[in-house]
């Protein structure tokens, strides 16, 4: 399983970016999938998450600001960011829980980083 971000680049505060994120390989099925972040100096951390039946969960930070979503049939998450913040700079890394073939677990799937970059 192989996970492909897109959709990252420079923009200035105030502005917004629509993050993609494809899942491809062998997947029968996908649990939670979602997006976390990580800034120069600092741990990696969430941004939000989206289950399968579309229930999501979000940083306080970014919370009234960005909208994940994902569309099932494509294996797709998006990430779109609102009202960018210089504070919001960071790489992003997308995940995907994805069961194998008639299990009951799941393995974690991250995606290379796509750089955000808000100038003030």
């Known amino acids: 399983v192989q996970l492909q971000a897109s959709g990252g680049g420079l923009v200035q505060a105030g502005g917004s970016l629509r993050l993609s994120c494809a899942a491809s390989g062998s997947i029968f099925s996908i649990l939670d999938m979602g997006w976390y972040r990580q800034a120069p100096g600092k741990q990696r951390e969430l941004v939000a998450t989206v289950t399968s039946g579309g229930i999501t969960n979000y940083a306080d930070s970014v919370k009234g600001r960005f909208t994940i979503s994902r569309d099932n049939a494509k294996n797709t998450v998006y990430l779109q960011m609102n009202s960018l913040k210089p504070e919001d700079t960071a790489v992003y890394y997308c995940?995907?829980?994805?069961?194998?073939?008639?299990?009951?677990?799941?393995?974690?799937?991250w995606g290379q980083g796509t750089l955000v970059t808000v100038s003030s």
């Open positions: 995940n995907a829980e994805v069961p194998p073939y008639n299990s009951n677990y799941f393995n974690l799937y």
